[in-house]
């Protein structure tokens, strides 16, 4: 069964606290990777798109990196700007079905 | 910004009763999708549709139905609301189908007492 499982729920970082998300999946023959950005209130707003392993995309303090199994956000010297929830999503089909994770909800205090 | 606009933004009902949500696109683009979202289950695919009158089912379709007359419009129709649809639906759209990404609008969040 397709997954994908996203951690941890919540972090909290302080301004300019680096840290990582994880995204890990059970797609089989996995198309595409996506990383979203979700405000409260707001509906998601893509970031990224990885297609294969190895693969690296950067937007100002965000990087995004996949391997066979997982992907990772990295966020550089956060600002409260940030804060936000922000999922994963697995494309499973050639439809473009999504298997979204449950998202990581980040507060960044100054 | 892509040209999504979901309407009503709010709505509250009674069991029972039929509620529709629309989905209107400015960008022309063929695939439109609708999702439901709880906490701690995540987005979750109800239909989706690849061109006017062309549609399919997704994850969590049961109690729901769609229609695109138009491909400007994707209505998602619940034809006996249960309070188990609680939820927020977000509509995406998609230029391609596969790999590439689906923009959203900024959701409906309904509730049904």
């Known amino acids: 069964e397709d997954q994908v499982t996203q951690s941890p729920e919540a972090l909290r970082l302080q301004e300019g606290e680096s840290s990582s998300l994880n995204c890990s999946y059970t797609v089989s023959g996995l198309r595409g990777l996506f990383w979203y950005r979700q405000d409260p209130g707001k509906g998601p707003e893509f970031l990224f798109t990885l297609y294969s392993a190895g693969e690296e995309k950067e937007k100002e303090r965000l990087k995004a990196t996949l391997t066979k199994k997982e992907s990772f956000l990295h966020i550089t010297a956060p600002k409260p700007e940030d804060s936000a929830t922000y999922l994963c999503?697995?494309?499973?089909?050639?439809?473009?079905?999504?298997?979204f994770g449950a998202g990581t909800q980040v507060v960044v205090t100054p | 910004d892509a040209g999504i606009t979901q309407s009503p933004r709010h709505k509250v009902t009674e069991t029972g009763t039929p509620v529709t949500l629309r989905c209107h696109q400015t960008?022309?683009?063929?695939?439109m999708y609708w999702y439901r979202q709880d906490p701690g289950h995540g987005l979750r695919l109800i239909h989706y549709?690849?061109?006017?009158?062309?549609?399919d089912k997704g994850e969590v379709s049961d109690g729901y139905s769609v229609s695109r007359s138009k491909t400007e419009d994707f209505l998602l129709t619940l034809e006996s609301a249960t309070s188990s649809q609680t939820s927020v639906y977000f509509c995406?759209?998609?230029?391609?189908?596969?790999?590439?990404?689906?923009?959203f609008g900024d959701g409906t969040r309904l509730s049904i007492l």
């Open positions: 999503a697995g494309v499973t089909d050639s439809w473009g079905k999504l298997q």
């Open positions: 549709s690849y061109g006017v009158k062309d549609t």
């Open positions: 960008e022309n683009h063929r695939y």
């Open positions: 995406a759209i998609s230029w391609a189908r596969g790999n590439q990404p689906q923009h």
